[in-house]
């Protein structure tokens, strides 16, 4: 029980953390402040965890839609009037802006978009559970906390960056840090759950003992983690900010004056590389025709690679989904033999390492023979005389002398052991 409250705890933070970053983004964007800091600013922005909160609590437990939606909108009437009091409270001579009006209308925005969203995703379960009864739950993304989220606040730090706002950068910073210990906590805590469901081997096993000596492994790699952080908190007040807003900006004339005096001649403005300085101020000399044939050809070589590797990826991709079902529109698995699996597995280990004994080229000879005369794969329990006759090979005289290796080849060690 503590541990799906922990679960559901995070999932809440996962959320709220997601869309607590859409306010400093407009404040960014909107060159606006907070008059009372940062910090104020983002806590702010927290309170969308009720929301969070109470629109999954009522799609879970309301069962007319009607009401569900009656229920939305009082919740969101309520969140913008509780924005309302608080940016009213901070308000300087009780006169309420538009930097005011926007937090409400953003907090009514999002607490919107989560009733819609809990309703679809209640719709969409529904529809899941019918069409395949048998299936796992559909898990929503207000619901799932994701490693590939961090990007996101990744993308808003650069944005904060190049709008010169230190608040998005400060709020996109510390929340990227918060919710990649939060992934690592859930897949922790989901995985050992999962675990325990599924292998009932372990149920003489204390829980305690499992969860103290994972967790212990757990809590030395986000200290590891954490120690690797450390250098950007400390340096957080570094940064260099700039504003692609100016870039583009007109840029006025700089009025030359003349003076009487001598002056010092000006610095160039472009320096001399150490290669014109080796030179003694001469240019650098021009790359001989062999450099730039040798370059050329590697750069040639990199993107018939990267070439090569989409095609891979796209004919990869193409198999997998031709194979994926058959003409009656039949998911298709496919079952492969553990001793088939393991043979597998030895025989790329043996390729990998430059094995090419005797051994491997009379397997390897004989699984060609068989295939050049056998469309269909062979089953797991025929015996090479089986194969060799479904294959049509089995008065050949050159395939009886393969047939005689490649047995004292299988057998061979078994024999002498024997």
Known sequence: MTGRRCLKGMEYLHATLFFAMFLPLIYAVAAWTEPRGTGVLYLKCLLIAVPVIVTERIAAQVKSAVLYLLCGALLSAGMGGIIWLVTFSAAQDSAVGLREKCDCAVMIAETVFLVIKRFADRVQAAKWQREEPLAARLVSFLDRPAGGLVWYFTALYLAG?????????????????????????????????????????????????????????????????????????????????????????????????????????????????????????????????????????????????????????????????RDSRDENGDLVEELVDERIQRQREVFLRRKKNGAQSEAERVRRRYRQTIRRHRRERPAPFESPSEIEKYAGLGDDDQMRQLHREYEQVRYGKLQQKL
């Not at 994972?214 to 504003?243: C, E, H, N, W």
């Not at 004056?257 to 003694?280: F, S």
């Not at 001469?282 to 050809?297: C, G, I, K, Q, T």
């Open 161 to 321: 960056i190049c709008l010169n706002a230190k608040t998005l950068c400060d709020c996109a910073f510390y929340s990227a840090a918060v919710y990649v210990f939060l992934v690592i906590f859930y897949e922790y805590f989901s995985a050992v759950s999962a675990y325990l469901e599924m292998n009932r081997r372990t149920k003489g096993i204390p829980k305690r003992r499992l969860y103290r000596v994972s967790f212990s492994m757990l809590l030395a790699f986000t200290a590891l983690l954490l120690t690797g952080m450390l250098p950007a908190v400390l340096l957080a007040g570094k940064r260099q900010y700039t504003d692609v807003r100016k870039w583009f900006a007109d840029v006025e004339p700089v009025p030359f004056e003349y003076m009487d005096a001598p002056q010092m001649p000006p610095e160039p403005l472009v320096k001399p590389e150490w290669v014109e300085i080796l030179n003694d101020s001469a240019p650098p000399a021009e790359p001989s025709m062999l450099v730039n044939a040798v370059f050329f050809a590697l750069g040639t070589i990199c993107v018939l690679v990267f070439l090569y590797g989409v095609f891979l990826l796209i004919r990869q991709a193409l198999r997998d989904f």
